[in-house]
């Protein structure tokens, strides 16, 4: 099987899924390990899009503010025998330490793969957070450790155990400098529910690897993608660390994943299980779709996590909230001349008041998303960008967004703003799409309404969906009905084209996610 890192990044991720038992570690049962080739995808464009808690864009480099802005890295207290995940950053020896220059990445990938346990445990009640190692002052530890390019993943899991830095206590994550942009990770094949699991234990690794993903991220706004990769990466692999998903999960593939999406740990590993749309898209994803394969932190009595292994017991995960963390840095951006429920005419300029992160880091980039779509991005300081409309509909309500990154790639999003369109320049017979909206998730038949001032003269136009030809609006109802199954239509983007039939060769498009019930 081959996969790809979908991203704005020009990076092509290529790698085969395998996976064979390796040494196993004192009084453990069999040691699976996985080669994970999807896990520095986050998020196809349609899953960003149609992403719930809130994904504010059709650009897959723009979080949700939920993602872009998690406090920071929890930290909890512990000792020398407290049971932790411990961070590692992996370099070939002989070669550069290049720590100081992938902190940043590590910080906000251990952040947010912290948030995706976090949500993933209020979803079904209850709480849980890593316990990650952390300094005397309360900040991400991570050590740095050369080791020979050759050395294999466990080679590299017993080097670390027999250099004292990884205990039976701790497990490891660590951020390998190597090829390509891959995870990997292992479970030990125990999915019985008792504390004494071995899955509970430490002495295990979870790598992801981060060239070169970090390396041709050289826009701010490519950085931040690869951020939140990273983070997926981690989260994916510290599960199969925890624990999942064992092969007797009710969904589980033969390779130690499962088959309900939207999920980290489900998707085609290549073991021939079909997976099944269960769950909406989230950015980011959440943890077991249905909380009955793996995670669930308030299984029902006699369910299977409450009869098996469930890696919401791990005593990696801390259970109550802390008033402690190490905070990221974040820019704070807001719109600064348009207020709730103004009027604005398309064209006009919003600006922005924004403040750079602690750190003192510069403003690389501030886009304006309208109803969430990007529609402009502003390089450089005083920042401003004329408001475009998404539809060309004069008393329309629209939402302003705005997001600013730093030339670290690390992103914050303004509150919302919500306006009225005032007069759009419409010139002759501009066609606009009124319903559905843009970056919509449709379920099932649904109806393409058109707006077309009467003063364009035109009687009908084409609508067409994925280059399909699917019928014509005419006035004066301009509407359309669809059926994505009798089009022959899978699950993802729809690109809906409506196009004058005057000759004038005027047309408008919208996109949405097509999500069958």
Known sequence: MTLRLRSAVAIAVTVALAFSPVPVLPGSSARILYTDSRVLDRGSDAEVRGAVPGAISDDPRILPPVAASPPGIPCYSSTATS????????????????????????????????????????????????????????????????????????????????????????????????????????????????????NNRGGTLA??????????????????????????????????????????????TAGGHCTDGHDPLCYDDGTGAEIQVVCGATIPQLFDCGNDDYFDTNPAAGSYLATHWNIARSRFLATRETSRWDRLPRAAVAIANVTEGATLDEGARVTFDVTRPADGDEIAAVALLVDGVVTGVDRAAPFNIPFGATRAVPGQPAVLQAVAFDRLGRQASSPPVRVLMGSVNLGTGVLAIVSPPENAVVNGVFGVVVSAPSASGMTSATVSVNGMVVGTVTAPGWTLTVDPEAIGANVGDLDITVAADDGSGLETTTRVFYLPT
């Not at 940043?104 to 793969?113: N, P, Q, S």
């Not at 209020?122 to 952390?134: C, D, K, L, N, Y």
């Not at 991220?217 to 624990?243: I, K, T």
Request: aromatic residues 8%; positive net charge.
């Open 83 to 198: 049971p932790v995940v411990k961070v590692f950053y992996l370099y070939p020896r002989g070669t550069t330490n290049k720590l100081a220059a992938r902190r940043t990445a590590i910080r906000e990938a251990i952040a947010y793969a912290d948030l995706t346990f976090a949500l993933s445990a209020q979803r079904s009640g209850g709480v849980r957070h890593v316990r990650w190692a952390m300094t005397a002052a309360c900040t991400l530890a991570i050590t740095a450790v050369g080791i020979s390019p050759t050395l294999s993943f466990d080679g590299t899991r017993r080097y670390l155990i027999s250099k004292g830095l990884l205990k039976s206590t701790q497990k490891a994550v660590a951020f390998r400098e190597g090829r390509p942009c891959n995870g990997l990770g292992d479970r030990v094949a125990d999915d019985r529910a008792a504390a004494s699991n071995p």
């Open 207 to 252: 790598w992801v690897q981060v060239q070169p993903c970090l390396d041709e991220a050289s826009d701010p706004m490519d950085r931040a993608y690869v951020y939140g990769s990273l983070g997926f990466g981690v989260a994916h692999e510290l599960a199969h660390s925890l624990g999942a998903v064992q092969r007797s999960a009710p969904h589980a």
